[in-house]
């Protein structure tokens, strides 16, 4: 567990310096009049979980020591977009397309509805 969890750390580390130099190219190439950074990223993202998750799972291959990294680490650190975009597909791949519908609307609206509370308390707290 404790190699896992060092796994996971480094990768996340790495995927989020890789997540700051793609905005910074996205900000120098398209401009920053527009959210091109985070965009780019979180396509990005989920092509790269979409790959991992077909070669480490789908593929037979052992994903103990390579997923962790990758997925959880590199790409959580990168893009949060991807797992749950991972998410909403093995959803719908299993046949449960309600959940998954229910899913992919209801965490856009709680993330959404979370970060607007965020920003109400902080300026109530903080001012």
């Known amino acids: 567990m404790f190699w896992t969890l060092i796994?996971?750390?480094?990768?996340?580390a790495l995927g989020?310096?890789?997540?700051?130099?793609?905005?910074?190219?996205a900000i120098r190439l398209?401009?920053?009049g527009f959210p091109h950074g985070t965009a780019v990223v979180n396509a990005v993202?989920?092509?790269a979980m979409g790959?991992?998750?077909s070669v480490l799972y789908e593929a037979g291959q052992h994903p103990s020591r390579?997923?962790?990294f990758i997925m959880t680490g590199f790409l959580?650190?990168?893009?949060?977009f991807s797992a749950?975009?991972?998410?909403?597909?093995?959803?719908?791949?299993?046949g449960r397309t309600g959940a998954a519908l229910l899913y992919a609307t209801g965490s856009l609206a709680i993330s959404v509805a979370a970060l607007f509370a965020g920003i109400v308390l902080a300026r109530e707290a903080f001012g």
């Open 76 to 80: 959580g650190g990168y893009t949060t």
């Open 16 to 25: 989020a310096v890789g997540r700051h130099l793609t905005g910074l190219a």
């Open 51 to 53: 790959v991992a998750f």
């Open 84 to 94: 749950y975009s991972l998410d909403f597909w093995q959803l719908m791949a299993g």
């Open 66 to 68: 390579t997923a962790p």
């Open 45 to 47: 993202g989920c092509l």
């Open 30 to 32: 398209l401009g920053d």
């Open 7 to 12: 796994q996971i750390a480094a990768g996340g």
